[in-house]
């Protein structure tokens, strides 16, 4: 089955800089990679996705890469905030009916002013 | 408001208990999950049903059981034979076509 590794498990940062946080995931078949950010005490939220026929895709400060070939994906976050601070996750799902998104273990993300 | 609504918030039971955690939503979405979240361990998937009077396990199925007799409610049962099952419970919901997951805000469950 489909296995998604998340990296780093914790990223701090000063505000007003960019963070990074990769995914790499194991099946091949998988084409749909969304990114979810969960603040304290709540369900994660879908921030962007994207899928395997693009490689790139913005949404203001959040942007994020594909690569096919490699088995990667990552999360781009511009100009950040402090109230970007939360848990961040990467999900997988591969192309069969009837399959479920396989998450990355989080990030937690830190920015302090 | 169109929504999954997850309840209780918070739970206790005593070990050796079977409790059942509630999820319901009124967006009328085909496919209902239920993963487990863990400090460092991310979500889990427990089980999943993408129409009524279906569904399949999920990575760690084994102390978990479900229904889904209706296309509105997954309840979850954890039963005696789930041998860690303090964690935060998260219920979700997509339209099916591999779109993105609507989450509920969980129900920690606390065994002691």
């Known amino acids: 089955g489909e296995n998604v590794e998340q990296h780093p498990s914790t990223l701090s940062v000063q505000e007003g800089d960019s963070a990074v946080i990769k995914c790499t995931y194991s099946d091949s078949a998988s084409n749909y990679f969304p990114w979810y950010k969960q603040e304290l005490g709540k369900g994660p939220q879908l921030i962007i996705d994207i899928r395997s026929n693009v490689g790139e895709k913005k949404d203001q400060r959040i942007a994020v890469t594909l690569n096919k070939t490699a088995k990667h994906f990552s999360l781009h976050i511009t100009e950040t905030q402090p109230e970007d601070s939360a848990v961040y996750f990467c999900a997988a799902s591969t192309a069969q009916a009837g399959t479920a998104l396989i998450f990355g273990k989080g990030t937690t993300l830190s920015v302090s002013s | 408001d169109g929504g999954i609504t997850q309840s209780p918030k918070y739970l206790f039971r005593k070990e050796g208990q079977n ?48 229904s889904r007799e209706k296309k509105e409610s997954f309840p979850l049962t954890v039963t005696s034979a789930q041998k860690n099952p303090t964690a935060f419970y998260l219920c979700a919901t997509s339209t099916g076509s591999r779109g993105g997951y609507t989450f509920g805000s969980g129900t920690r469950l606390t065994v002691v």
């Open chain 2, 19 to 66: 409790v059942t955690l509630s999820c319901e939503q009124n967006l009328n979405h085909d496919a209902m999950y239920w993963y487990r979240q863990d400090p460092g361990q991310g979500l889990r998937l427990i089980y999943y049903s993408q129409i009524v009077n279906d569904f399949q396990k999920g990575d760690i199925a084994e102390g978990y059981s479900v």
